[in-house]
């Protein structure tokens, strides 16, 4: 079974300064990783995905992640946040094609950006 | 291509009534999820379909929650009868296979009194 931890609950930081989210996963098989963002009163959206290849992944608004398999981690960072980058974040993992394809997700981590 | 459809986005119950959340898939995604997102929490999976079929259901309360997925396409939750602890959002999420991501609804906000 797979599981994810979400090791902060809520991130408050300035406008323009750096952030990371931190995510880490247990899992007995290989993994598929994902980030996903939540608006108020609004559904899941896909941030940024490692299903393969390189294990830097970005998305088009500025996010990267980074899957280290040897730390089990799956990290969010943005090298300058937005007011609208305000939501909470959810980290997620499947198992990998053939062995399962439950999408478990963590508990979250508000990120909560001040001008 | 259009979204995942839920209905209704609003719902206020008494305790102990019942009540059905529908979703609509994305066409062609063969994978069905429902999950409850209680306040401050993250989504925990309740059940998953493959186009008719039952996946994981480990976490549904199957002595009141029932769902059902006819024909590999829509999908219907219910709960009868419903607790207080009931009150979440519960959201719908479809996916091509079981292994890709997951497309979300906008869920439906249930409030239990």
């Known amino acids: 079974a797979q599981s994810v931890t979400q090791l902060d609950s809520q991130v408050p930081v300035f406008e323009e300064a750096p952030v990371e989210l931190r995510c880490n996963y247990s899992?007995?098989?290989?993994?598929?990783l994902f980030w996903y963002v939540q608006y108020p009163n609004q559904g899941l959206q896909l941030l940024l995905k490692y299903l393969s290849g390189s294990t830097l992944v970005k998305s088009i608004n500025g996010f990267e992640a980074e899957f280290n398999k040897s730390q089990t981690s799956f990290h969010l960072r943005k090298p300058s946040v937005h007011i609208s980058d305000t939501a909470e974040y959810f980290c997620a993992v499947s198992a990998r094609y053939n062995q399962g394809g439950k999408l478990i997700f963590g508990q979250g981590t508000e990120l909560s950006v001040k001008p | 291509e259009a979204g995942v459809a839920q209905s209704p986005r609003y719902k206020i119950i008494e305790k102990r009534q019942s009540v059905a959340f529908w979703c609509n898939p994305i066409s062609g995604h063969a994978t069905l999820y429902w999950y409850q997102q209680i306040l401050g929490q993250g989504p925990k999976l309740l059940i998953q379909?493959?186009?008719?079929?039952?996946?994981?259901d480990s976490q549904l309360p199957k002595d009141r929650f029932s769902a059902e997925r006819l024909k590999g396409v829509d999908s219907t939750l219910k709960i009868q009868p419903a607790k207080l602890e009931d009150s979440a959002v519960y959201l719908c999420?479809?996916?091509?296979?079981?292994?890709?991501?997951?497309?979300f609804g906008q869920g439906t906000r249930l409030t239990v009194v």
């Open positions: 379909f493959q186009n008719n079929g039952v996946v994981d």
């Open positions: 899992s007995s098989v290989s993994v598929y």
């Open positions: 999420a479809s996916s091509p296979t079981q292994w890709s991501e997951a497309f």
